[in-house]
Structures are given as structure tokens and as C-alpha cells.
């Protein structure tokens, strides 16, 4: 059974896309980031609210608030990263429902009015952009570092306010030297689907 | 700025793909499923853990046993979908690491021996990896009708164990007559995106 997508771009996306820890110098634009969420913003997330925030750190003073709240061995890989991007996503997402969902706005007050169900869901919903955002960047011809180790609340105090929690950060660009490791084992499709 | 994914993938995968609400009645074959675990299993996890398991409700009976879990408007949709699968997430997925991580075992014990930042873990890389679940079925050319809105611990008590979490239900197959509403409108990209 072979898939819709052609093989290049099933490589492209998935089976030779990886997870880069080196990257060059070549700088990542604003308008390649613009590109990918041209794309990735089609992504389905319930009732189209789509939470997910970002903050592109590019200032070097910036970067250099970011690291310090990085794990170890996730701080050099961000330092040298031609761009770094806060993934966060926003509890307060629902107030946009009269422009995102206008034929059912009632579904503000009729899901979302307490904070730990809209948390929740904004955690939920906006990892599920994180992962769009992620093959987004590699459709743009760029390899993304994802990481979430890192000081969450020390991320949250730095760069974001008390509605948003950051979910991932996300080292850009193009492929360095000794980009990645070989490829890790998959547990194969019996392990992890059933059927009943 | 274009990307290097050809144009005619960006629209199976994001730009014309749509949540489908109605199915024709072509089967799903598990060849299909194959097809698509073996493209999204590639897609990036902490620790390439990748916690989701998949349950797939191909039965009379099982369908009959999910339906009355799901949300009012919700149900009938699962009721007519060809297949439906219940995605869920492992929260003794470190119990992989060997196997999975195997050059650093030492995560395991280091990073997850607790159950609520395991669960933590499990949320949030599951829902990554329900992103690559829908658009690898839009690469093999099928729709996907994605949801949160059931009875989430009505489905786990019936279907999983209490170490399993169900994130999402998705209803997948060709879309039918009248699949879907006109595109909602997304929040433009300054409005989502800062620079720091």
C-alpha cells in the first residue's frame, strides 16, 4: 500500500527529515517563517481556536536571557542555533472565538469558562501546532530542534505573561556538521495499534 | 518566499485538507493504517519515546460500545465513520527507554520516575504525535474528523487500561457528500507571532 504523498516528500517531512543538534550560519528569515505558517495554520484544532503562540527570540540579548533557562546540553545547542522560537500556548485562547468559530461563539461560554478546562486544552491544542509547526519548517527546506527541557516557569517569567505557558522551544535552520546520531529504533505497528 | 514542498503536498496535507464530517462508505484497510504508521513513527518525540497507542474500532460491537461515549453531534458522525480509532497515550511508556533510547537508558529513571511527570510527558508528546497521526492519513489521501468531545474516562474505562489515556477520537475515511463548512478564518501571523 503505497501513500498519496510522493516519496520526496515523504522524505522531506518524515523519513530523512531529523532532529538537528548543529546547524550553519545561514540566518532563517522572517519571511521563511511567514511561508510556514502560511502552511501550518490550516492544521485542524478544536473549534479552530488554535492556541499556539510564538516568540521568535533573534536579538542576541535576548538569546542570551533564553539559554541560561535551558537544560544542559540544550543550552549550547540554542546558543548557536541561527534562530530560536518560543512555542507557547495561550489560556486565554477562547476570547478570540467570536472571530475564529462566528457561527457558534456560544462555545466560549459553553466549554471554556473555567481556566483549568481551557488549560487544559490549550496545552492540548497547542501541542498538536507545535508537532504541524515542526513539519511545517521541514516542508520550508529547514531541520528544527525541538526541545522541552528547559526551566518552564523560568521561560514563562522571561518572555511571556500569565495566560501563556510555553510548551516547547524549537532551535531553526539549516543542517550543520554532524547534524544528528543515526536513527533510534520505532516499536513496530503490533506494539502500538490494536484493534478490537 | 516559497517552500520546498511542492505545492500540490502543501494542499494534501494543509491547504485543502479538511476535517471531515461525512464519509463515503469505502473501507479503511489496515494496509492503509500501515502505510501511514510507517511514514508518521519517524515524526519527533522527547527521548523518541513516542507514547501513543492506537486502538481501532473496526467492529460492530465495539462501535456500539464507543458511540454512546462520544459528545452530541459527535456521536453520529463516529457511528457512520468507516473506521474509527481511539488514540491514546501510554503513561508507562519509559518502560520503552531500553529498546527505544537504548545508547542512554539512564532516562528512564533520571527523567520519569514519577507518575504525574510521566502523565505530563505522555500528554504532550501523544498529542504531537495525534498531529502526525492526522497528517499521515491525509498523505495516504484520506480525511480525518479529529475530536476531543467524549466522555474521556468513560472511553478509557472501556476501552484502555489505567495506564492509557484516551487524547482524541477520529473518525477516518473518503469525505462523503457535503464533507465540510467553508474554511474558518485563522489570526493573521503578526497577531500570533512576536519577535524578542
Given at each position: 500500500?503505497?501513500?498519496?504523498?510522493?516519496?520526496?516528500?515523504?522524505?522531506?517531512?518524515?523519513?530523512?527529515?531529523?532532529?538537528?543538534?548543529?546547524?550553519?550560519?545561514?540566518?532563517?528569515?522572517?519571511?521563511?517563517?511567514?511561508?510556514?505558517?502560511?502552511?501550518?495554520?490550516?492544521?485542524?484544532?478544536?473549534?479552530?481556536?488554535?492556541?499556539?503562540?510564538?516568540?521568535?527570540?533573534?536579538?542576541?540579548?535576548?538569546?542570551?536571557?533564553?539559554?541560561?533557562?535551558?537544560?544542559?546540553?540544550?543550552?549550547?545547542?540554542?546558543?548557536?542555533?541561527?534562530?530560536?522560537?518560543?512555542?507557547?500556548?495561550?489560556?486565554?485562547?477562547?476570547?478570540?472565538t467570536s472571530?475564529?468559530?462566528?457561527?457558534?461563539p456560544?462555545?466560549?461560554?459553553?466549554?471554556?469558562?473555567?481556566?483549568?478546562?481551557?488549560?487544559?486544552?490549550?496545552?492540548?491544542?497547542?501541542?498538536?501546532?507545535?508537532?504541524?509547526?515542526?513539519?511545517?519548517?521541514?516542508?520550508?527546506?529547514?531541520?528544527?530542534?525541538?526541545?522541552?527541557?528547559?526551566?518552564?516557569?523560568?521561560?514563562?517569567?522571561?518572555?511571556?505573561?500569565?495566560?501563556?505557558?510555553?510548551?516547547?522551544?524549537?532551535?531553526?535552520?539549516?543542517?550543520?556538521?554532524?547534524?544528528?546520531?543515526?536513527?533510534?529504533?520505532?516499536?513496530?505497528?503490533?506494539?502500538?495499534?490494536?484493534?478490537?
Open positions: 500500500m503505497s501513500l498519496l504523498l510522493p516519496p520526496d516528500a515523504q522524505d522531506l517531512l518524515f523519513r530523512e527529515a531529523r532532529t538537528a543538534n548543529t546547524f550553519t550560519d545561514e540566518p532563517v528569515s522572517d519571511a521563511q517563517l511567514r511561508a510556514v505558517h502560511d502552511l501550518v495554520k490550516y492544521g485542524p484544532t478544536a473549534f479552530n481556536l488554535a492556541p499556539l503562540r510564538t516568540v521568535l527570540v533573534r536579538s542576541t540579548e535576548a538569546r542570551a536571557r533564553l539559554v541560561p533557562h535551558m537544560d544542559p546540553g540544550n543550552d549550547t545547542k540554542t546558543a548557536a542555533a541561527p534562530l530560536v522560537a518560543i512555542l507557547a500556548t495561550d489560556c486565554e485562547f477562547h476570547e478570540e472571530r475564529l468559530f462566528p457561527h457558534a456560544g462555545v466560549r461560554d459553553a466549554y471554556f469558562a473555567e481556566r483549568p478546562v481551557r488549560e487544559d486544552s490549550a496545552r492540548f491544542n497547542g501541542a498538536l501546532q507545535c508537532a504541524y509547526f515542526i513539519v511545517g519548517l521541514r516542508a520550508a527546506g529547514l531541520a528544527a530542534g525541538p526541545m522541552t527541557g528547559f526551566d518552564h516557569e523560568g521561560v514563562r517569567k522571561e518572555f511571556l505573561d500569565g495566560d501563556h505557558l510555553p510548551l516547547m522551544v524549537v532551535n531553526i535552520g539549516r543542517p550543520g556538521p554532524e547534524a544528528w546520531h543515526p536513527r533510534l529504533p520505532r516499536l513496530p505497528y503490533d506494539e502500538v495499534v490494536t484493534t478490537v
